[in-house]
């Protein structure tokens, strides 16, 4: 599909599956674009309509160095949904696609159906870290930060069997916009939804890596213990769990959304 204009800006948007099933939204990580999902497009495409998009600042789409956050993150799911018609939506979002998804939750549950929130958190301090990052990248460019966040995406192991996928992220964060990267980070910064998420009645599966040290467990646990009736699934990954085991991920996803 070719770049839509929504809203007046620019986003890069694919649609996979029937078009008359279900919605599936699919919301990249921080420094990726939504090639990330193409392990698991294979496989949900054959039960689902699955929208996955570039976030905004990141890959094709639209990218500004103005102020952005979580609620403007949110709004533009929502408002590409309006764009082409589509009322509700379930919801899957790595890391900040999954902060996404807890806005979604709190400030539009009736548009959306289950959610999966993996590999996120409600919080992510302090904000010397995500200043230092946004100093970093704004005077260096992308390339200086890419080595350290390989290396708290991947566990070793998988560094080392898969260089092939841990190449194609490289090329991900390498591109990404230095100003689309600094003003997602100063979302991410200012971000606090662990009061917002306690009020969320949508079904929700948290999926955790156990050796995820960008997102630690801990904070996958209080994501759950905040969102009644929540599901935990933890997978033998660090942060990017549906690249490091796409099987295991594949299916604990479809499993929630077609119980």
């Known amino acids: ?8 800006e620019p986003f890069n948007i694919r649609f996979d599956g029937p078009a008359d099933a279900p919605v599936l939204m699919l ?33 094709l789409s639209v990218a500004t160095d103005r102020a952005v956050s979580i609620a403007t993150l949110g709004q533009d799911a929502l408002t590409i949904l309006d764009h082409f018609g589509i009322e509700k939506a379930h919801w899957c979002g790595v890391s900040k696609g999954g902060m996404v998804g807890q806005w979604l939750a709190t400030h539009a549950r009736q548009r959306m159906g289950r959610l999966v ?14 200043n230092g990052r946004i100093r970093m990248v704004r005077s260096k460019g992308m390339a200086i930060i890419v080595q350290a966040t390989l290396e708290r995406w991947f566990s070793p192991a998988f560094r080392q069997s898969d260089p092939a996928t841990v190449a194609t992220v490289s090329e991900m964060l390498t591109t990404t916009p230095a100003v689309g990267y600094a003003t997602c980070c100063a979302a991410i910064r200012d971000m606090d939804q662990r009061e917002p998420i306690r009020s969320i009645v949508n079904p929700v599966l948290v999926i955790i ?8 467990p801990a904070a996958g646990h209080l994501i759950a213990e905040a969102i009644p009736g929540s599901r935990t699934v933890e997978l033998d990954a660090a942060h990017l769990s549906n690249l490091e085991q796409p099987e295991a991920f594949t299916r604990a996803v479809l499993d929630f959304l077609t119980a």
């Not at 599909?1 to 007046?8: D, K, L, N, V």
């Open 1 to 8: 599909m070719p770049i839509e204009t929504i809203a007046g």
């Open 27 to 59: 919301s990249n990580s921080l420094g990726t674009n939504l090639g990330m999902w193409e392990p698991q497009i294979a496989e949900w495409s054959k039960h689902f309509r699955v929208l996955r998009y570039d976030s905004r600042g990141h890959g």
């Open 209 to 216: 890596g156990k050796v995820d040290p960008a997102t630690p």
């Open 117 to 130: 929130l993996a590999n996120t958190a409600a919080r992510m301090g302090p904000p010397d870290l995500w």
